[in-house]
């Protein structure tokens, strides 16, 4: 059980206080299930070579040129990211109804609102209302997550892991706290990418459909096992979040990665 709590600097969301360990937008994409960065020049010959870094006189950041592919795959993205939580839809209900079920299997929910969905962390009973900050694919997120790691998932909804501060981040509005970080952080609502790291991303992208799903799991993970580190307690929520978003650029820009697998912080992830 946990009870949410205002106030404190995190801003948008809601502390959780730990009352017990216990919680009873193109085809060419390969389908499966604002800072510049400096990098190497070798690498991007290497790894990202049909990418070009073009500076505009208007812009003092440069833009990087995309094969075919990278145009399509990051459309379909951005088309993704463009659509908002709408409450009445019955797709956008049913996708909230899985979340449920798949977080908490044993526990019938009573309603889509419901003073139950405290429990996950949101911050009142209808959590519709705290989709604005990360839209529908804040959800896709969530579910990609719970499916594919469901041990992590679980782990981190439940913070079974690691000893946690008396007042915890809340799970489910980190969670969408995190995708608006990754989409900020990979400058996906741009043309163009205009950063190293957005340019990096969008060759995984490329390869991999379920690349942005994948890297929020990495993201979620890594964000918990920084708070862990940081022994953080609520109101250091975004300095862990600033210091999960600059290991996450080290680590995509490092010149070994060849896919979002090879990232040292995947490892923190348990099926």
């Known amino acids: 059980m946990i009870e949410g709590e205002g106030g404190g600097g995190g801003g948008s969301f809601v502390a959780v206080r730990r009352i017990s360990q216990g919680l009873d937008r193109g085809n060419t994409c390969h389908s499966t ?3 510049v960065v400096a990098g190497s020049a070798a690498w991007l010959g290497r790894g990202l070579s ?32 463009d659509v908002t939580y709408e409450s009445s ?16 299997p044993e526990e019938e929910l009573r309603g889509l609102i ?6 996950m962390g949101w911050q009142g009973k209808d959590p519709s209302t705290d989709f604005r900050g990360g839209g529908f694919i804040s959800l896709e ?7 594919s790691f469901p041990k992590s998932f679980q782990d981190l909804l439940r913070k079974q892991e690691g000893d946690r501060a008396l007042w915890e981040y809340p799970f489910a509005v980190a969670g969408v706290n995190i995708t608006f970080m990754l989409i900020q952080m990979l400058d996906l609502e741009a043309v163009k990418p205009r950063t190293l790291v957005g340019a990096t991303f969008l060759k995984f992208l490329a390869e991999s459909e379920s690349a942005f799903d994948l890297l929020y799991c990495i993201a979620f993970k890594l964000m918990d096992h920084q708070w862990l580190a940081m022994h953080a307690s609520y109101m250091d929520f975004n300095t862990v979040m600033k210091a999960t978003r600059r290991q ?11 896919r979002l697998e090879d990232l040292p912080s995947y490892s923190l992830l348990s099926r």
């Open 248 to 258: 996450l650029e080290t680590e995509l820009l490092q010149e070994d990665i060849t």
């Open 141 to 147: 997120n969530l579910l990609y997550f719970t499916r």
């Open 114 to 119: 419901s003073e139950q969905w405290k429990e």
């Open 33 to 35: 299930s604002v800072e």
């Open 50 to 81: 049909c990418v070009c870094a073009q500076r505009r006189e208007s812009d003092a950041r440069p833009s990087f040129d995309l094969t075919i592919s990278q145009e399509e795959c990051l459309q379909r993205l951005q088309n993704r990211i």
């Open 89 to 104: 839809l019955p797709e956008h209900q049913e996708a909230l109804m899985a979340l449920w079920n798949a977080a908490f």
